[in-house]
């Protein structure tokens, strides 16, 4: 691998930020007893650089995006709500407005980079994109209005993967 990758995918690596939060999105839609081996054992986890390739990929498709952005929408937007003594956030890779008739309507897209394969083994995406988009959801509506009376006409109406395949190859 070049020296110039390598140095690309330490950086992605190293800029994460999940805000002050606790817990994020991504953390609670996995099995709970990964989550916390991760959290202990955070120090001591490596990784092999050539396994964060399409990792990259993904994050080049996120920064493309947020620098594309306009007054149609919002992208890499960090989402915290409060529960029970826990800070959790959420981020939400582009929320697309649009007027329809007199109701402002809201869009939640995640982008993905998977496989042909993942895909054809799930038609209707894969379960953990659906609980990410509707906790997505669930911080966006609290964060609006956290008395949660937000009016039909600012509530999320759709929420979209956008899945890239970075291989068309069924094995």
Same mark, same amino acid.
């Given at each position: 691998m &070049?020296?110039? +990758?390598? =140095?690309?995918? +330490? =950086? /992605?690596?190293?800029t994460y930020d999940k805000g002050?939060?606790?817990?994020?999105?991504?953390?609670?839609? =996995? &099995? &709970?007893? /990964?989550?916390?081996? /991760?959290? =202990?054992?955070h120090d001591e986890v490596t990784e092999d650089a050539d396994s964060r390739i399409w990792s990259l990929f993904g994050s080049a498709i996120h920064s493309f995006i947020e620098n594309s952005s306009d007054d149609q929408g919002t992208a890499e937007t960090r989402y915290f709500i409060k529960r029970m003594g826990k800070t959790i956030s959420g981020q939400i890779d582009y929320k697309e407005y649009r007027n329809i008739g007199d109701d402002l309507w809201h869009t939640i897209y995640d982008w993905k980079v998977t496989s042909a394969w993942s895909a054809l083994n799930n038609p209707k995406g894969k379960q953990e994109w659906h609980d990410q988009l509707n906790l997505l959801k669930l911080l966006h509506d609290n964060q609006q209005n956290p008395m949660k009376m937000l009016t039909v006409a600012r509530r999320i109406t759709d929420l979209v993967v956008v899945a890239f395949y970075r291989d068309w190859s069924l094995n």
């Open positions: &070049p020296d110039i +990758l390598y =140095k690309a995918i +330490l =950086k /992605q690596h190293e002050n939060s606790d817990l994020t999105v991504t953390e609670l839609i =996995k &099995p &709970p007893w /990964q989550a916390a081996l /991760q959290r =202990k054992h």
